[in-house]
């Protein structure tokens, strides 16, 4: 029994980091312009069905696009190490003229965890222009 119990709590402990602590629904925060914007954040699913954080996903719409946000991968090649960046979801959409990206922060911590902020990122290439947004103050509408 003592056997069966420490096995679960392992179990459930191992899944946990696979957790998404994005709340779904609409995060509204404050741009550097001073006008409101808006995450929306739909469901979290997994890559090939395998609870892990390199292959957690989650469906976002941010200015109209919609992206499958994941963590940053880091592979160390010298120690032969690959984990996940928890403190940034991150993706990219590729588009006729160039991409665009998204970057959400994180805070993980006792009190909270979720996101902070964002940046929108448009990169066209091919008129050699750049835009973004950036969105602080993130906070859950139904806080």
């Known amino acids: 029994m003592k056997?069966?119990?420490?096995?679960?709590?392992i179990?459930?402990?191992?899944?946990?980091?696979?957790?998404?602590?994005?709340e779904p629904g609409i995060w509204s925060g404050v741009s550097l312009a001073g006008k409101e914007c808006i995450l929306e954040v739909y469901e979290q699913s997994f890559e090939r069905d395998v609870r892990?954080?390199?292959?957690?996903?989650?469906?976002?719409?941010?200015?109209?696009?919609?992206f499958k946000v994941q963590f940053p991968r880091e592979i160390?090649?010298?120690?032969?190490?690959?984990?996940?960046?928890?403190?940034?979801?991150?993706?990219?959409?590729?588009?006729?003229?160039?991409?665009?990206?998204?970057?959400?922060?994180?805070?993980?911590?006792?009190?909270f965890e979720?996101?902070?902020?964002?940046?929108?990122?448009?990169d066209n290439w091919k008129a050699n222009k750049t835009g973004s947004m950036t969105c602080l103050e993130l906070r859950h509408r139904s806080r």
């Open 3 to 9: 056997n069966f119990v420490i096995s679960t709590f």
């Open 11 to 22: 179990a459930l402990v191992a899944t946990l980091p696979a957790l998404a602590r994005i």
């Open 52 to 66: 892990h954080p390199l292959n957690e996903r989650i469906r976002v719409r941010v200015a109209g696009d919609e």
């Open 76 to 111: 160390d090649a010298k120690k032969g190490i690959v984990t996940v960046n928890h403190d940034r979801y991150e993706g990219i959409l590729a588009t006729a003229v160039g991409a665009n990206a998204l970057t959400i922060e994180m805070v993980n911590t006792k009190e």
């Open 114 to 122: 979720g996101p902070t902020s964002y940046k929108w990122i448009e």
